[in-house]
């Protein structure tokens, strides 16, 4: 009776084991469905009845033959409300922050919130009179510096396609 019971329970174990490595695999892929709106892509994560959307644009910039990143804007929301996330590669001048004016708008400055291995991020919180600017306007510049220059950068992030996408985040 003891060799049966010492028997079982490795058996028990390997058949939980193999149950743990293969119930994920079983259980079904979130699907992700991308809609693009002018300059604008809304990406949408479904897990079930659970869908997650965000709006996101992608500024590209080529150099020796070579297209890399240069800004990634998303907007996002969390439980508390939306905000929009601009990330930039990493070398940024931390100190100066991001300046950020859609059309002829004010200029708002903004700290970058965190770097990590793929460049540093600003994060803004969105509010209604905030989403109703991005939705009524048509670019949004955004400024930053280079570590080591005095030089602000200037980037054209167009608002084509935002409203729409910005529609269900």
């Given at each position: 009776m003891t060799e049966q019971k010492t028997t079982g329970v490795p058996m028990i174990r390997n058949k939980l084991a193999l149950l743990a490595v293969i119930a994920p695999l079983a259980m079904a892929a979130p699907e992700v469905n991308e809609t693009r709106y002018k300059?604008?892509?809304q990406v949408c994560l479904s897990e079930g009845e659970v869908s997650r959307c965000e709006a996101i644009?992608?500024?590209?910039?080529?150099?020796?033959?070579?297209?890399?990143?240069?800004l990634r804007a998303t907007l996002s929301r969390v439980p508390d409300g939306q905000?929009?996330?601009?990330a930039l590669p990493l070398g940024m001048d931390?100190?100066?922050?991001?300046?950020?004016q859609i059309?002829?708008?004010?200029?708002?400055?903004f700290a970058y919130s965190t770097c990590v291995a793929q460049g540093c991020a600003a994060v803004l919180a969105v509010d209604?009179?905030?989403l109703a600017t991005l939705r009524?306007?048509?670019r949004a510049r955004l400024g930053f510096r280079l570590f080591g220059t005095v030089e602000t950068q200037v980037v054209e992030l167009s608002l084509a396609g935002f409203t729409a996408a910005?529609?269900?985040?």
């Open positions: 300059d604008w892509t644009q992608v500024l590209n910039v080529t150099q020796d033959e070579q297209t890399r990143p240069l905000f929009l996330e601009i931390l100190r100066a922050g991001l300046v950020i059309d002829e708008g004010e200029e708002q400055r209604e009179a905030l009524a306007g048509n910005s529609e269900g985040v």
